[in-house]
């Protein structure tokens, strides 16, 4: 049986958003809280290493890890910063401008794929609230509206990823029989995997293409191909050693093979 967490109580109300779409001032203040742990940006990063070895990732997409997300909401300015985002499409920052935020329709595509590694016992990765400074549930659900909400508990190896639904709310998805996620946007199954990586051992998020292939980390690359180096030797000995048995056998009957 799928283990699940616990799905948020939606919290009923009739407030009306006015959102608009506006590039974050170079004078704001973001929010320069300390990261939760250890594993969210490790995770992050492992998440993006594998897509950017596959030659996933190009010039024109943002993907990004504890980034802020803005828009501005009845008239006050919301920023969230999801553990990792995806975004297919950003238009090209200005010559020498370094991106500290991303404002969806501003800059570019809404987000396609939000991601939050748990971590807080209160369950902001669940909230709901709907009044300012909103939780992060309703922030992507209803505000940004992000077709894709996942959310991973690494110490348990709980997967879940909700998909935004025609009446515009959160449903949860059922994995496929090999316990993966199909992420459309991506063209790729996302998943959990089991294993060591950078002196952490435990649950990932791993990448999967269509046709089931792990997207390899670089030091499993190196393996790779360190194994298919190791087996080219030994065929290339295998036949050398045919070839001296062969030569050994025509010397037997009387036959040079330096000479055939």
Known sequence: MTKTLSKPVETKTKTKYI????????????????????????????????????????????????????????????VKAPDWVYVPSVLPAESGEIRRSYTPNAEGEVPAVVMEFLSDPDGSEYSTKPTYPYGKWRFYERILQVPVYVIFEPKLGILEVYRLSESGEYELQQPDANQRFWIESMNLFLGVWEGEKSQRRGYWLRWWDENGNLLLWGVERVQQEQQRAEQEQQRAEQEQQRADRLAEYLRSQGINPDEI
């Open 19 to 78: 959102i608009t779409w506006e590039k974050l001032p170079e004078d704001f203040k973001l929010p320069d809280d300390p990261v939760e742990n250890i594993d969210q940006p490790l995770l992050a990063a492992a998440l993006r290493e594998s897509l950017e070895l596959a030659g996933f990732i190009l010039a024109s997409m943002l993907i990004a890890s504890n980034f802020g997300l803005c828009a501005k909401v009845n008239d006050k300015t919301i």
